[in-house]
């Protein structure tokens, strides 16, 4: 085995958080199938960010810095890829499956000629190749897939499924530029600004703990209640397709199959029913806790926890108990 290929997404100069997850499960995959841990940065200016990634795991970290890479260009990003796949000889490429993730690996591996599978929650070393697990049918089956007629194998990784260790294996993290010789086409595409909320919240599909709001918040001023809870939680605020398309919240909030796909360590869903294209976003949080007036509500069927009562009663009472118990 020739070695892992980690893509790191950061952002502002901050290594994401789902890029760390990938490094370190490339860390246990390559101690044991044998091989080296090379980490891809792209960016504007990335030098410094190396320590982050060697104390996950790191071996060598390539650095691709040019001013116009500041803000994601897709042509270029997938140039810089493509070449740092061929110079390390990757055996495996591990891309977290986040927004600039799912648009940059399908991109790559059809300029290899290779194999991608696509929001997996588990890696493994095969007899003939690499192994991988995905959800498929909205999340009500799981699908095992190789990739063992071409090299090298890519997949894309779900946030918040492969956790990080609490003992991290270091890496030597050496630092090598790598040089690319990018041409006028790599950025016929490119993102020109990027207008971020004031005060904007947490990203739900990085959050460890996630409460959302459904059709049963009855307008925009009730997802107070979600956001009191989500607060006293410290998690993020999230919100079925049917309060999106209300206009009650933005839709970066929206967990779904239209939405974000999630997989907190604990997830709240208040007031919603539970429709299929929910399901499918939600459904591998390791635990979900309803509340619902409904008994009936479909979701229950999953949860872990359920309370049949009225969220306006219900959240404020364990909004009270979770600030009492954190003073």
């Known amino acids: 085995m020739s070695g892992i290929l980690v893509f790191a997404e950061q952002r502002e100069h901050k290594i994401k958080k789902p890029a760390l997850e990938a490094v370190a499960l490339g860390r246990k995959l390559a101690e044991r199938a044998g091989g080296t841990v090379s980490v891809l940065l792209v960016g504007g200016a990335v030098a410094g960010l190396e320590s982050d990634l060697a104390r996950y795991g790191a071996d060598v970290v390539q650095a691709v810095s040019d001013p116009r890479l500041s803000l994601y260009v897709p042509e270029a990003y997938a140039r810089a890829l493509e070449l740092a796949i061929k110079s390390t000889d990757a055996d495996l490429v591990l891309i977290p499956a986040t927004a600039m993730g799912k648009d940059l690996a399908p991109r790559v591996a059809a300029r290899l000629k290779t194999g991608l599978a696509s929001d997996c929650t588990y890696v493994e070393k095969h007899e003939a190749g690499w192994r991988f697990r995905r959800p498929v049918y909205s999340g009500k089956a799981i699908a095992t ?6 090299r090298p194998a890519m997949a894309t990784l779900r946030p918040n499924v492969f956790q990080l260790p609490a003992a991290p294996v270091a890496g030597k993290g050496e630092l090598k530029a790598l040089q690319v010789a990018f041409e006028d086409k790599d950025f016929r595409c490119r993102t020109v600004s990027v207008h971020a909320d004031q005060g904007a919240e947490l990203d739900v599909a990085e959050a460890s703990i996630v409460v959302s709001g459904g059709r049963a918040m009855k307008g925009p001023e009730n997802f107070s209640y979600i956001r009191d809870l989500a607060k006293a939680l410290g998690g993020a605020v999230g919100a079925s397709r049917a309060a999106v398309d209300a206009g009650w919240i933005d839709h970066q909030h929206q967990v779904g199959q239209t939405g974000k796909v999630v997989s907190p360590n604990l997830y709240v869903a208040c007031g919603i029913s539970g429709a299929i294209q929910h399901l499918a976003g939600m459904s591998s949080s ?42």
């Open 286 to 327: 390791k635990v979900i806790v309803v509340i619902n007036k409904d008994a009936d509500a479909p979701l229950f069927k999953i949860a872990d926890y359920g309370i049949v009562g009225d969220l306006y009663q219900v959240i404020p009472m364990m909004v009270q108990e979770i600030n009492r118990l954190k003073s």
């Open 145 to 150: 897939v190789a990739i063992a007629g071409s």
